[in-house]
């Protein structure tokens, strides 16, 4: 559905399909890669380990991964074709949510046998969620402004969780990490003394499955150093400065000045090394197959499949928030594109020895920011994404930036995220109909359960924990349940459009 021209009017270029000059575009685009390359280099150290994977394949897994997010930017900003990419100022990342399910699969055959395993299940994976994008596309009249807007608040909130943690200079979310020489002891003990039992056995008898008990943690020192949040209060002090008293270019870039000044005082400190700078190579090819031709188990990709459909519902929230941010409307059809695109972009990710990918919910608290509604901020910050994967030597100094440097700007860019949800529910009508009032209330309260209780799953069926540890996604349901429930499934078209005013009006 394409957005009509006003009556009378010349035709205007609308804000998200403006191309801004070369230089302002790269500075841009940069912002939008600090944010987000945090986020972008966990998941393939996270697999890379579990697959007990040399230094060096880990090192090839980040290179692939920043190719991989550059690539799938540039697709879902830039469009391919008519069926691909939703031509909003998105940015591609690797999504968490397949993080669970991907450690268990590597728990069950590690090497270069377990990442071709896992790259099987990830390309069947996408190529199921190709097919099943424009079936997900007709969700869209089931989110009218109170539903949209209550999701979009708890992605909001579900960031500060991550924001708050890397300004304490730990762990995302933990003051306690996984204590691995413990856990990998763990592990050999299990497994020896599961082929103890197995030689045991009568022949044909199937073998006893490997069990461990309470995974180790050890305290996190570094976790709440007041040195740390110092340093991250430093750079949302100077983001706000920036803000309230920079004009023009210089305000739409606070958030990358902010981190900037941040990392200057890091080094300053002692607290920012190029150690891996120095050591990282200048030039590496990303190469498809790396290793091997994947393999395909029926289970393992019903599994991704499942996370897949957690992940495109997750990015249904992300792609409304942006369409009220920059006051562009979707239809079905640029939605089930943008679906697509999750799809595509898994599919390559299985393709180039990396993971699934999804939109990545740190970027739209930036437009929100900024207020710069350009795609072509995010194409600029593809290209750069794919530069800093074949440059392994720049990928290195992105990657030296301390978390706690990024912390301070998340805080902003996260709570502007939950601000636009309560904008656009300032809209919704609680006077004359209070049912909305239990739909928000209930909604984001089953959203906070993973926040506030992130073990609350442990005895549930493990197949459930990628649904069940989905703050977003239990919001989503709940308040499109409730919806139905009490305001029946026609969406309301005026409402939608004040809601969008509401988010537009920085």
């Known amino acids: 559905m394409s957005n009509p021209k006003p009556d009378g009017a010349a035709p205007q270029v609308h804000p998200v399909d403006e191309r801004l000059p070369g230089g302002r575009l790269f500075t841009l685009g940069l912002q939008h890669v600090l944010v987000m390359y945090a986020g972008a280099v966990a998941v393939p150290l996270i697999i890379g380990r579990a697959l007990q994977l040399s230094p060096e394949q880990v090192a090839m897994l980040i290179s692939a991964d920043l190719f991989c997010c550059g690539l799938v930017t540039l697709i879902q900003s830039l469009g391919f074709g008519r ?10 990342g690797v999504t968490f949510a397949a993080v669970g399910p991907m450690v268990a699969m590597a ?5 270069p046998e377990g990442a071709r395993a896992i790259f099987g299940a990830i390309i069947g994976a996408g190529l199921i969620s190709i097919a099943i994008a424009p079936l997900m596309s007709r969700l869209l009249r089931f989110f009218p402004p109170v ?7 708890i992605i909001g909130i579900s960031l500060m969780r991550v924001g708050i943690g890397w300004a304490m200079g730990g762990p995302a979310f933990l003051a306690q990490s996984t204590d691995v020489p413990k856990l990998v002891q763990m592990v050999d003990a299990a497994r020896q003394k599961a082929a103890e039992a197995a030689a045991t056995l009568p022949p044909g008898a199937e073998a006893p499955a490997i069990t461990l008990g ?9 976790y709440g150093a007041l ?3 110092a340093v991250a209060a430093f750079v949302l002090v100077a983001i706000l400065l920036l803000v309230r008293y920079g004009r023009g270019f210089v305000a739409n870039i606070a958030v990358l000045l902010g981190i900037i000044l941040g990392c200057v005082l890091a080094a300053g400190l002692g607290k920012m090394h190029f150690d891996k700078v120095a050591k990282a190579d200048w030039f590496d090819i990303v190469t498809p197959f790396a290793f091997g031709m994947p393999t395909f188990d029926l289970v393992m990709v019903l599994t991704m499949t499942l996370v897949m459909i957690v992940v495109m519902i997750e990015s249904t929230g992300m792609f409304l928030a ?10 079905q059809k640029e939605l089930a594109a943008g679906l697509r695109t999750d799809g595509l972009g898994t599919v390559i990710g299985g393709v180039f020895n990396t993971f699934p990918y999804t939109s990545f919910s740190q970027n739209v608290g930036l437009v929100g ?4 509604k350009s795609r072509w901020v995010c194409v600029a910050a593809g290209l750069i994404m794919i530069v800093l994967g074949l440059l392994p030597k720049m990928a290195a100094l992105v990657e030296s930036v301390p978390t706690f440097v990024l912390g301070g700007a998340g805080l902003v860019m996260f709570g502007m995220v939950a601000a636009t949800g309560i904008r656009i529910l300032a809209n919704v009508d609680f006077k004359t109909n209070r049912n909305n009032l239990y739909i928000v209330a209930i909604s984001i309260g089953a959203g906070m359960i993973p926040l506030v209780a992130p073990r609350w799953t442990q005895h549930m069926a493990h197949s459930l924990h990628p649904l069940l540890e989905s703050g977003i996604l239990l919001t989503a349901i709940s308040a499109v349940v409730l919806n139905l429930y009490f305001n029946g499934g026609k969406a309301d078209e005026a409402a939608s459009v004040e809601a969008a005013k509401a988010a537009e009006a920085h």
Do not use: C, E, R, Y
């Open 214 to 222: 309470k995974i180790p943690l050890v305290d996190n020192p570094s």
């Open 147 to 153: 539903v949209t807007g209550t999701i979009i608040a």
């Open 227 to 229: 040195d740390n949040m």
């Open 107 to 111: 728990n069950v055959q590690g090497g």
């Open 322 to 331: 942006l369409s009220d941010l920059t006051g562009k409307k979707l239809g």
């Open 369 to 372: 920011v900024t207020g710069v």
């Open 83 to 92: 069926h691909f990419g939703i031509k909003l100022p998105v940015m591609m």
